[in-house]
């Protein structure tokens, strides 16, 4: 590699030895700062001594060559500069693969050739340096990405660490690559070029995150990764370190140049922003840091800022506000209105652009915001938020989550090329103007880590997925991306089904998070017949064939078995599911893991047996045949539970193998050593010397075996050989690859239980911390492709096809995707080994070219799978949407579940219909009691009890209730309005009553102020009733909350139904619906399009109305340098004769009401602000006392434990005064006011008994006393029976004590042991209780002490209220004259507005006249000039021309002497000079103006005839114009001398209202105002305090302090009035030239406008015209209308449609029921045949006693005979509403009513038929028609 020292002549290079002396004296003089403080340090402001690097060394140098300038500096001391053309060699930076030493491996064995994949998670990954390029960090290389052709270039980084960032040059010539590992490098790139241009080193330990270049590209700023996070700041171009510092002690994400000051720096991170400056010391140049204090506000991760042109900075925060700093401090947080945030996520990146400020934020929105009012702006309330919206915002998109952004300029337009963390690249256009262009996507990639990637088995295509929730189809001959597909959940699993699958190669099976797996198929679209002749058809497109669920949560494997017979899922639900193969996949069954399952695959085909590899996350490994669909009984279940499985559980010997490796190295070390020591022996006794004993040294103890408590996780593994598989473990494990095989027995134990070693073990060079993730074999299986956790690949070439430890000695690797995240998850070979594809967790896809010996060159292209036939016409596929679905055995089980309750289902109906045959037997029963005679019967009351006389009963009791109320409702309103208008008058007008709180120990107590409640005029906050009033609408208002709950309940659940009633839209009405609010959309975009329009016309107009004039001045500076002058340096006194009162300060006696009114409130609320603590303090006494009651019963138990000579005197419990609760004396309810009447009748009673007995007085005197005696011996009767009770109580214990057995030792000392705790319990609850009361006193005391404070400011407010009401009635008396006064001042000011604006309106006609008249001058001295051109010289006919010329009509003449008679004295001269001439001219002269003379040129002469008409028309147009203008200004001079008399009489009237409001000021000051001083509040400063204060003045110490700071203020207030304006003076220099600037730039671009509408339309076109074109409105509604129409129309026909099946329902239901109803009626026909036939049967001959007639059989027959007529009529009745029913027409239920009312007054009435129920429709039921047919 050549040095960056070299020179171009071969003497000037400098010496190896030399340059790395000159290294290492750099590297020396570095030294690290120590750590940055943390916690509360932090606070405080850092001054951070950095290292003075070589700026110091060179400014010591140059001292020393102006000291001794003869002195010859020596070539050592020399610095040399590196050449600005010296560049270094890429072939000898870029890093290689490693290739073992002397293995023959070619380190071409793979070449990268493309990369499909973009690391959008990383946080600045997209750099633009032209609108051709863009530039992006993928692992360790950068790519250079040509969007065009969509070629790309790599940079391979120097170290193979990987890239920490990638930064831009301002001049887009340059830009800086930042590497990561061990002592990276920061290397600079040329563009386009590409070549190194300087590399920077020992900036950081392990790499770098960020950097920035200053303004001017000369310095290069970079910030390091952990653990130093060291900041560094370069000069780049001579590779040198300027400066540096530890930047933080957590990670940080940024750091930048101030644009306006290059000497600052910021940088920001985790939890903290800091801010740098470079300042000079007297130890050199140093960093000085100061930490950002966020105060209030929650610290936050800054990641995106930026520094403003005056020092402030403006970061984002994680909730998405800004924040404004400033000083090291919090400014102000600014929000949107209503306290949204800026951003619904954090602000990524904050951008100055051009006087814009630019928020990127999250949440896929980009704003502008005002530049002008966030650099200005500050907090308004304690809060320290501020709201404030964008002006202008811009939507990208809504699965948009925006990084970075970088602008480019693209054919004179500036756009933006922004990184989306959801994998996209977007092209935006930030100009916010009509012809603003929609977000464009550049690119789109994976987001986040590569989840599976799987190839083609018969083509070069490959599939990936992530959890983006993609699946995406890649060509990688061909390098682009063929198809997408998006699903609800992210991807996790996938694999391309094998060739015995699918010959075509065209399925795919993937697993996703949510337990899924989808089959797709990929597939040509051109090859459909209906989209063959599409011109614009994709390469690619993919459906979805199947969805099935087989688990519960991420499907993690997938694997096809040899045969393709079955497909094999695992997941972390710790199941393996397996399906059979078919046109549709039908699943097998299932069997579960001991653990998670990492990764399936099936034995390759030279195993005679087909057996699946399970591998578990936690250590297992299975091994299962594949199971057959036919043997499985899935009926029940998908478990499959009689499949032979073999376990492996992994025992870590990698503790074992390090032991044994040093116990090897131990004995080494010992053969070694004595084998030295022999020699020695020998060499000793050769030179005949005595061998010295040596001391043995002591071995270290042996490491002892460790085992990991939680098992080294399975990261892969394969088979090789039957039963026999080999396994890569991370964790402890790592390191080696493991031979493992399953045992060979039958029986094995318990899974959990078993301990399997391995029997082979492999050492893996460099894999202890880095182990291997994935394995791949070529399809020749002579490569063995490994992917790292640090995204290194490694080639391992297999010579026999099988791993040994010499096969694995030798490989070759190359680091690829990123060192830190990422992570290789998946190796793929290409079908037929050309192409090799890695995918890791860094999001990049990378697809390399497999070395080949035969021809390479060979053109190779991807075929996409044909359709197959008929896919067309097939429906899609049903996806399985929800992620909370059931699984596959889940829904299994349901149906099990529902098929088990079906079955109990079942049998419930079957033992309902038991029921019910009981139910009916029941009845036959009651029937059968019926026909018993009555004295036989059971009565029904006897079992069974009518309700409906208990309903009656309540419904009479309800209706006297509320007779009664009706009664009583006068008196209860009257007496209630006279409890209301009682409560107004005494209650009501008080806010606070008092309240006297005592202390309970003590005398002390506190009472609350009694507070009349504020009138209605005073109090402002009408919206905030008072405590009480609240309160009392609260206790009114509770009866009738109480009376009014039970009716809104039900319309309250009636309300809540209707409002869960779903909303039901058909199709139909929301399709019309969309179209309406579709030509709605237009109409408003139209309109709003207009007004858009117009208001932009209209602010254009007001834009340039208010644009200032040159001498424009701001009336408020105008103003302020008026009130600076009237009053700088001047501090007046009220007393003074010459005090003015300022206008702000007039009092009147609105605003002296105002102010008493607002002392009022104040006084108010402060006495309400006490009397809410009183209150607070009140509520406290009652805990205490509820609190020392608990206590003290909890003390009583404890003493009835204890011997009463043991017990402690019992605290007294506290009680409430009456005072302290005077509330209650209003609280009342029935039962008092019973008992206060009861009270009021027997006192009346007992008072009128008295009154009638002679000794009224003593005998009240007796009756009182004895009142008492008896209330006295109720209580000790009481405590009499309590003692008795107790008494009795305890001599039964002492007799059951005496009865028991004298105790033991142990039970005396246990006795004794809890005789100590109760005596602990009782002093402990006594003093608790003492605590209570004592701290109670103490918050009384000190509330106490707060209101004597209080007192005296109230008294002190008081005195204030007198004074300031003696001032109201002073302005009362001065008000008239003053508002007198003031109206004339307001009268003489309205005038002179109006004379001043009519004085305005004449000096525009003014000027105008005055303009003509000097452009007819103008005129005039252009013509003389053009008649002298045609003269020429020295023309003898000269002077005759000029008096033709001049030479005026005598008409003309006499007009003109009349107009100069009245001409002003403001005629110029020069029309004097030049009308000399014509005044001098002799009237006796008479010229022929229309004879040429002779010799006189024709032509000269008519042009002076024709320039003297000219003259003459000008001169009576100036004449004109002159008398017009001499008018207006007189005119102007009548109406400014008004102007001046008004103005006059407006001063004399505020001259005279300065003396009222002195005089009123002066009886103000004659007012005794009362102020309460101290002694050392007064100050005397001429000796002695006087005795007499009269001609003192009372002034604020505050006041007095302001005045002398105010002194200091003004004088650097006056400095920093000059520095503004020296910058005012360069921003105005600098914005005349941008305006010149822009105004080129505006004309160029109209130009252009111009030209590109010529070209394109051939006339210029009116946009705005175009945008505000007419719609019409009309057509599309008459079009909406003839919808509607329509579709009314259908909805007539479905309800005919739907009445007639209604209809036919119910003709099946009737004919159903009279169908029932013949039958029963055959039955009666048969059961009457079958009686007479049995009366037919009886003989005569049954005996004598039964010959002759019977009275009996008479009646029995003539019974039976009027039942069969019954019968009959029974029948025709039903034959009747057959034929009824048989009829189609609308009139069946009229006439079926009419039969049912005819059959009622038909049927007879019996007992029976009163009892039984009836229904309404049909007629007879099925229990009449039995009733009527009963038999005896």
């Keep these: 590699m050549s040095s960056p020292n070299e020179w171009e002549g071969a003497d000037e290079k400098p010496a190896e030895g030399e340059e790395a002396d000159h290294s290492t004296g750099q590297e020396s003089n570095t030294s690290l700062p120590n750590e940055s403080p943390s916690g509360e340090e932090e606070e405080e402001v850092e001054q951070v001594d950095t290292d003075t690097e070589s700026i110091a060394d060179d400014l010591e140098e140059q001292d020393n060559t102006e000291e001794y300038p003869n002195e010859e500096k020596s070539p050592e001391k020399e610095e040399k500069k590196i050449s600005e053309t010296f560049f270094y060699s890429y072939e000898d930076l870029y890093s290689r693969p490693f290739v073992t030493e002397d293995s023959g491996i070619p380190v071409n064995l793979l070449t990268l050739k493309y990369s499909f994949g973009y690391d959008c998670i990383r946080s600045v990954n997209l750099m633009v340096l032209d609108s051709q390029s863009l530039l992006y960090v993928a692992g360790n290389q950068v790519v250079i990405l040509d969007l065009k052709t969509k070629s790309q270039s790599y940079l391979r980084s120097s170290s193979g660490g990987g890239i920490g960032f990638i930064a831009a040059h301002p001049t887009k ?49 970079s910030i390091g990764s ?57 130890t050199g140049l140093k960093l000085q840091g100061a930490l950002g204090r966020f105060g209030k506000t929650a610290v936050t991760d800054i990641i995106g800022y930026v520094e403003l042109p005056d020092g402030k900075v403006v970061s984002g925060a994680e909730w998405g506000n800004l924040l404004l700093w400033e000083g090291g401090l919090i400014k102000v947080e600014l929000c949107r209105a209503g306290c949204k945030p800026c951003h619904n996520g954090p602000v990524s990146q904050i951008v100055l652009d051009e006087g814009e400020l630019i928020t990127v934020g999250k949440d896929g929105f980009i704003r502008e915001w005002n530049f002008e009012a966030i650099d200005t702006a500050d907090s308004v309330d304690e809060t320290g938020l501020l709201e404030m919206e964008p002006i202008n915002e811009l939507h990208v998109g809504g699965n948009v989550s925006l990084s970075f952004m970088s602008k480019i300029h693209d054919c004179g337009q500036p756009f933006w090329y922004a990184q989306d963390a959801n994998g996209k690249i977007w092209k935006l256009d930030l100009t916010f103007s009509n012809t603003t262009r929609d977000p464009e996507c550049l690119c789109t990639f994976h987001s986040g880590k590569i989840e599976a990637m799987s190839v083609s088995p018969v083509t070069y295509l490959m599939a990936t997925t992530a959890l983006d929730r993609s699946v995406r189809i890649y060509d990688f001959v061909s390098n682009c991306q063929q198809s997408e597909i998006q699903f609800k959940q992210g991807g996790t699993a996938l694999t391309w089904a094998p060739h015995v699958v699918n010959p075509k190669g065209s399925l795919i099976a993937v697993g996703f998070e949510d337990g899924v797996v989808r089959i797709i198929e990929v597939y040509d679209p051109k090859g459909l017949p209906t989209l063959a002749e599409w011109p614009n058809m994709g390469n690619a497109a993919i459906k979805l064939k199947q969805a099935f669920k087989p688990h519960t949560t991420v499907v993690t494997a997938l694997a096809y078995d040899q045969n393709g017979d079955v497909l094999t899922t695992g997941s972390k639900d710790k199941t393996v599911f397996f399906f059979a193969v078919k046109d549709e996949y039908k699943p097998i069954g299932f069997i579960y893991a001991p653990g998670p399952v990492q990764a399936l695959q099936w034995s390759p085909p030279s195993h005679v047996v087909s057996m699946l590899l399970i591998l578990c996350e936690n250590g297992y490994v299975l091994q299962v045949p594949a199971p057959l669909l036919e043997k499985q009984d899935t009926a029940s279940t998908y478990h499959i539970k009689n499949l032979p499985i073999q376990y492996f559980h992994f025992y870590s010997i990698k503790s074992r193998i390090k032991l044994e490796e040093e116990i090897a190295l131990r004995e080494k070390k010992k053969q070694e050593k004595e084998k030295a020591r022999l020699e020695r022996i020998m060499q000793l006794q050769e030179m005949e010397k005595e061998m010295e004993e040596e001391e043995p040294e002591e071995e270290e103890p042996l490491p002892s075996i460790y085992i990991p408590e939680e098992p080294s996780p399975i990261l892969c593994g394969f088979y090789s050989a039957p039963g026999k598989f080999w396994l890569s473990l991370g964790g402890y494990d790592s390191g080696f690859l493991y031979h493992c095989a399953f045992s060979s027995n039958e029986h094995q134990e318990d899974p959990e239980n078993q301990q399997d070693e391995p029997f082979e073990v492999i050492p893996i060079e460099d894999t202890d911390n880095n182990p291997i993730h994935q394995i791949s074999f070529s399809t020749s299986r002579l490569l063995m492709f490994c992917g790292m956790q640090n995204g290194a690949l490694r080639v391992y070439p297999l010579r026999d096809k099988e791993l040994s430890v010499n096969a694995l000695k030798e490989y070759w690797s190359f680091n690829v995707h990123d060192n830190d995240y990422g992570q290789i998850r998946g190796i793929c070979c290409s079908h037929d080994d050309r192409f090799l594809i890695t995918c890791g967790g860094d999001g990049n896809i990378f697809t390399f070219n497999i070395l080949y010996p035969e021809d390479v060159h060979i053109e190779l292209k991807a075929k996409i799978p044909p359709p197959r036939r008929g896919l067309e016409k097939e429906k899609a596929a049903e996806d399985i949407q929800d992620p909370n679905a059931c699984n596959i055995e889940e829904v299994k089980q349901k149906k099990e579940y529902e098929r088990i309750m079906r079955e109990a289902e079942d049998k419930k109906n079957k033992k309902r219909k038991e029921l019910a045959a009981l139910r ?38 309800a209706q006297r209730i509320q007779l009664v109320e009706k009664e009583l409702a ?26 006297v709180v005592r202390a309970i120990q003590s005398n002390h107590q506190i009472s609350t102020y009694r507070l009349p409640a504020v009138s209605e005029n005073y109090y402002q906050d009408k919206e905030h009733p008072s405590w ?59 309109d709003k399009e207009k007004a858009k329009i117009m208001k932009r ?54 605003k002296k009401t105002m102010q008493l009114a607002s002392l009022e409130m104040l006084i108010y609320k402060k006495k309400e602000n006490m009397n809410k603590q009183i209150i607070s303090l009140r509520d406290i006494k009652v805990s205490v006392i509820e609190e020392i009651k608990c206590l003290l019963q909890e003390l009583k138990s404890v ?102 057995s004298e105790p033991s030792e142990m039970e005396l000392e246990i006795l004794k042991k809890e005789k100590i705790k109760k005596l602990y319990l009782q002093e402990t609850l006594i003093n608790k209780i003492n605590t209570l009361v004592i701290n109670f006193d103490a918050e009384l005391r000190f509330l106490r002490h707060k209101k004597l404070q209080l007192d005296v400011q109230m008294k002190h407010a008081d005195l204030n209220y007198i004074t300031w009401l003696e001032e109201l009635l002073i302005l009362k008396n001065t008000e008239e004259k003053e508002n007198l006064l003031q109206g004339q001042i307001d009268t003489l000011h309205s005038e002179l507005e109006a004379m001043q604006s009519k004085l305005n309106s004449y000096l525009a006609p003014m000027e105008d006249k005055k303009s003509e008249i000097v452009k007819l001058q103008e005129c005039e001295k252009a013509l003389y000039a053009s008649f002298w051109a045609s003269l020429g010289e020295n023309n003898e006919f000269a002077h005759f021309l000029t008096k033709v010329l001049k030479k005026k009509f005598k008409s003309i003449k006499k ?48 042009n002076t005839i024709q320039l003297r008409e000219k003259r003459l028309d000008i001169k009576e147009a100036l004449v004109r114009e002159k008398k017009v203008a001499a008018k207006l200004r007189k005119e102007y001079n009548v109406l400014f001398e008004k102007a001046k008399s008004v103005e006059s009489s407006l001063n004399t009237a505020e001259k005279e209202l300065d003396i009222v409001q002195w005089n009123k000021q002066q009886q103000l000051n004659d007012l005794y105002v009362v102020v309460p001083l101290k002694l050392h509040q007064v100050e005397y400063f001429n000796g002695e305090i006087p005795k007499d204060f009269s001609q003192a003045l009372v002034f604020t110490n505050q006041s007095l302090k302001y005045l002398q700071k105010r002194v200091v203020d003004l004088r650097n207030e006056k400095i920093m009035q000059r520095e503004i304006f020296k910058k005012a003076q360069q921003q105005y220099k600098q914005l005349v030239r941008d305006k010149k600037e822009m105004e080129i730039t505006i004309r160029c671009l109209e130009e252009k406008c111009s030209r590109l509408m010529m070209l394109k339309f051939g006339h210029v076109v009116d946009f705005e015209a175009v945008q505000a074109r007419p719609f019409n409105v009309r057509l599309e509604e008459l079009g909406l209308q003839i919808i509607e129409k329509e579709y009314a129309h259908s909805q007539e026909i479905k309800e005919h449609e739907k009445r007639i099946l209604d209809l036919q329902q119910k003709l099946m239901m009737l004919t159903k029921e009279n169908t029932i109803k013949a039958r029963q009626l055959n039955q009666l026909c048969l059961e009457k045949q079958q009686l007479e036939t049995k009366l037919d049967s009886l003989k005569d001959d049954l005996g004598v006693e039964f010959q002759g007639p019977r009275t009996a059989d008479v009646k029995e027959k003539a019974r039976m005979e009027s039942q069969l007529k019954h019968l009959a009529h029974d029948e025709a009745i039903l034959r009747e509403e057959i034929n009824l029913l048989s009829r189609k027409d609308g009139h069946v239920i009229e006439q079926l009513s009419l039969v049912t009312r005819n059959s009622r007054f038909l049927r007879p009435s019996s007992p029976q038929d009163l009892e039984t129920p009836h229904e309404t429709f049909p007629v007879h039921t099925p229990q009449t028609v039995t009733s009527s047919s009963n038999v005896p």
């Design 173 to 221: 010539q340059y830009f800086a690559v930042g590497e990561k590992g061990e002592k990276p490098n920061l290397i600079i790139y040329d563009y386009p070029s590409l070549r190194p241009y300087r590399i920077l080193r020992g900036g950081t330990k392990k790499g770098y995150v960020f950097a920035d270049f200053n303004h001017t590209g000369t310095l290069l700023a």
């Design 1097 to 1150: 016309k209209e602010e254009w107009e007001k834009l340039y109305k208010s644009k200032p004039s040159e001498d424009y001045e701001d009336p408020r500076d105008v103003q302020a340098i008026k009130e600076a002058q009237e009053n700088m340096g001047c501090y007046k006194l009220k007393t003074d004769t010459d005090y003015k009162v300022p206008q702000d300060k007039h009092m009147n006696t609105k």
């Design 1028 to 1086: 009480k009033k609240i309160v009392l609408e609260q206790a009114w208002k509770k009866e009738e909350i109480k009376e009014t709950i039970s009716d809104k309940k039900p319309r309250t659940v009636k309300v809540k139904a209707d409002k869960l009633k779903p909303k039901v839209q058909k199709p139909a009405t929301r399709f019309i619906e969309s179209k309406r609010e579709q030509i709605r959309r237009i109409v408003e975009k139209s």
């Design 970 to 995: 006068w008196e209860h309103e009257k007496h209630l309005i006279g409890l209301q208008k009682l409560q107004n008058w005494f209650r009501d007008s008080l806010e606070f009553d008092t309240v």
């Design 226 to 282: 952990s653990p130093d996070y060291m900041l560094t700041i370069w000069d780049w171009k001579q590779e040198k370190i300027v400066l540096r510092s530890k930047a933080f002690s957590q990670d940080v994400y940024r750091v930048t140049f101030s644009p306006g000051n290059e000497e600052q720096l910021t940088t920001a991170g985790v939890g903290h922003i800091r801010f740098w400056k470079m300042a000079y010391t007297f």
């Design 1455 to 1502: 007009q003109v002497e009349t107009d100069e008679k009245a001409e002003s004295e403001e005629e110029s001269d020069q029309e004097s000079s030049l009308g000399s001439d014509e005044d001098s001219e002799s009237e006796d002269e008479i010229l022929d103006i229309s004879v040429c003379p002779k010799n006189c040129d024709k032509a000269l002469f008519q």
């Design 1199 to 1300: 003493q009835a434990a204890l011997d009463l000579s043991e017990h402690l005197p019992l605290p007294p419990v506290p009680q409430l005064h009456p005072d302290e609760t005077p509330e209650k004396r209003f609280e009342y309810d029935r039962d008092i006011l019973l008992k206060f009447q009861e009270r009021k009748a027997a006192e009346a009673k007992l008072q009128k008994q008295l009154e009638e007995t002679p000794s009224f007085g003593t005998f009240r005197h007796i009756l009182k006393a004895s009142c008492e005696e008896a209330g006295s011996l109720q209580q000790t009767a009481s405590s009499l029976t309590v003692r008795r009770a107790s008494s009795v109580v305890i001599e039964q214990q002492k007799d059951f004590v005496i009865e028991k």
């Design 920 to 957: 009916q037997e029941f009845l036959s029963l009651l029937q059968k009691n019926q026909e018993l005679p009555k004295h036989m019967q059971l009565q029904k009351e006897q079992y069974e009890m009518d309700r409906r006389i208990f309903e009656e009963l309540n419904r009479q009791t």
